[in-house]
T-cell receptor
Framework: NAGVMQNPRHLVRRRGQEARLRCSPM?????VYWYRQLPEEGLKFMVY????????ESGMPKERFSAEFPKEGPSILRIQQVVRGDSAAYFC???????????????FGQGTRLTVV | AQSVAQPEDQVNVAEGNPLTVKCTYS??????LFWYVQYPNRGLQFLLK??????LVKGSYGFEAEFNKSQTSFHLKKPSALVSDSALYFC????????????FGSGTRLQVQP
């Protein structure tokens, strides 16, 4: 059973371009969480999605950021018109049910490191 | 609102000595508490969790944590540190109400010297 897969591992974008980050949850998991980690900082919650639904996007910046988790395919975190301040590691986690309703922990991917130049 | 604090940015310990990484939490109900470890350029790996029951929780790689409700703490411990334990450690809290995701502390870097 493959773990949470994120791609690309590293992404370089020029200011003003779009960044698309992909996350394939573990098999059987229908809950996806996106977190952002700035250098030397902890993880900040961005958004929680279930298949075709955004459950909690209270951590998402109001502009330029969007996320989806379609019925088929990976979850996508999309950042439009990137700025230097968007440079960070973006981690995706998945769980089989609400953490920890099913007594399950969230499993994390290895992250996508976005660098805006 | 739920929050978690890790008061130490870095903890240094000699190999073979016991280690403690501190975590305190602030929630309005009964928390679910977690510890994760992050190695360089890697994602987070689950270490252990407290849901209910025994206050002393045992996890992966010989780590354990003690839930102390009166002190609102959930310190991570290991009796004998290894150099390979050197990494970034995150405490996290989850509540059934409010934000339905883990809230993480700022992390503590553990450095184990040979």
């Amino acid at each position: 059973n493959a773990g949470v897969m994120q791609n690309p591992r590293h992404l370089v974008r020029r200011r003003g371009q779009e960044a698309r980050l992909r996350c394939s949850p573990m098999k059987g998991h229908s809950h996806v969480y996106w977190y952002r980690q700035l250098p030397e900082e902890g993880l900040k919650f961005m958004v929680y999605l279930q298949k075709e639904n955004i459950i909690d996007e209270s951590g998402m910046p109001k502009e330029r950021f969007s996320a989806e988790f379609p019925k088929e395919g990976p979850s996508i975190l999309r950042i439009q018109q990137v700025v230097r301040g968007d440079s960070a590691a973006y981690f995706c986690a998945s769980s089989s049910r609400d953490v920890p309703l099913g007594r399950s922990e969230a499993f994390f991917g290895q992250g996508t490191r976005l660098t805006v130049v | 609102a739920q929050s978690v604090a890790q008061p130490e940015d870095q903890v240094n310990v000699a190999e073979g000595n016991p280690l403690t990484v501190k975590c305190t939490y602030s929630v309005s109900g009964n928390p679910y508490l977690f510890w994760y470890v992050q190695y360089p350029n890697r994602g987070l790996q689950f270490l252990l969790k407290y849901i209910t029951g025994d206050n002393l929780v045992k996890g992966s790689y010989g780590f354990e944590a003690e839930f102390n409700k009166s002190q609102t703490s959930f310190h991570l411990k290991k009796p004998s540190a290894l150099v390979s334990d050197s990494a970034l450690y995150f405490c996290a809290v989850y509540m059934d109400t409010g934000r339905r995701a883990l809230t993480f502390g700022s992390g503590t870097r553990l450095q184990v010297q040979p």
